[in-house]
């Protein structure tokens, strides 16, 4: 199905598939618990779009985590950035590709488990923003997060998370700010369609320490 998304003063015409829970694999599940989250926009997703649109990224690299179909690193490419969409999902990173060459976008997307991720996505470290929306939703992620996030940051690196208030986003908020970690939050309307998840989501902005950008997080 075709859906459109705002994002700020820009707008996405994408394709994606018509129901997550079609895509339901018990197998996946039982082996890695993985469930097909990739295949809607999420709230968060949305105001990442709209927090993206208003940055000045041109020749900026920036990478997207847990992209799903890959909004943010598309309004990033719009914007002028060298983006990489990343998802742990194969089908994800197909329809990544598809709707960023559909917009006539210049964007990569690669598969990408947090927990193992590729040489080449490290060997393009440091990036100069790293993004995310709504991957702080179970422990396990945070846990991940924090271990690649600083694999993926030089000393100027910001990463910017959106997530909508997540009870297990808390854990990942402060164990990188007791690592040491500039942070601020900036809380957003979430625009369009609200779901059970609320109408407000928090923008996490994080900044590595001084001398530590490399250093891994342990939630
Ligand atoms: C709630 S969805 C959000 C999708 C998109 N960012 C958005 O906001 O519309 C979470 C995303 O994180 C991805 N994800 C979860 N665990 C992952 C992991 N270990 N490695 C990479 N991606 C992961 C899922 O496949 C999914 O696309």
């Not at 994002?7 to 996946?28: N, T, V």
């Not at 039982?30 to 990224?57: I, T």
């Not at 985590?65 to 309004?75: K, P």
């Not at 900036?186 to 590595?208: C, M, S, W, Y």
């Amino acid at each position: 199905m075709w859906e459109d998304v705002p994002a700020g003063h820009l707008h996405l015409r994408i394709k994606r598939p018509p129901s997550a829970e079609d895509l339901l694999d018990e197998a996946e599940f039982a082996d890695d618990e993985r469930l097909p989250y990739w295949a809607e926009v999420w709230p968060s997703g949305r105001v990442l779009c709209g927090v993206l649109s208003e940055m000045h990224l041109a020749g900026r690299s920036v990478i997207e985590l847990g992209a799903g179909i890959g909004t943010g690193a598309m309004v990033a490419a719009m914007r002028g950035a060298r983006a990489l969409s990343t998802d742990w999902y194969e089908a994800a990173v197909d329809f990544s590709r598809w709707n960023a060459r559909n917009l006539d976008l210049d964007m990569d997307a690669c598969v990408m488990d947090w927990r193992h991720p590729p040489a080449e996505v490290l060997a393009r470290a440091p990036y100069d923003l790293v993004v995310g929306a709504d991957i702080l939703y179970e422990a396990r992620n945070g846990e991940a997060l924090g271990l690649l996030i600083p694999a993926l940051c030089g000393p100027a690196t910001e990463v910017i998370i959106a997530d909508p208030r997540r009870p297990d986003a808390r854990a990942f908020v402060e164990g990188m700010q007791s690592a040491g970690w500039g942070y601020d939050r900036e809380d957003l309307p979430v625009p369009g369609r609200i779901d059970e998840t609320g109408a407000i989501v928090h923008v996490h902005r994080f900044r590595p320490p001084p001398l530590k950008h490399n250093e891994p997080v342990v939630i």
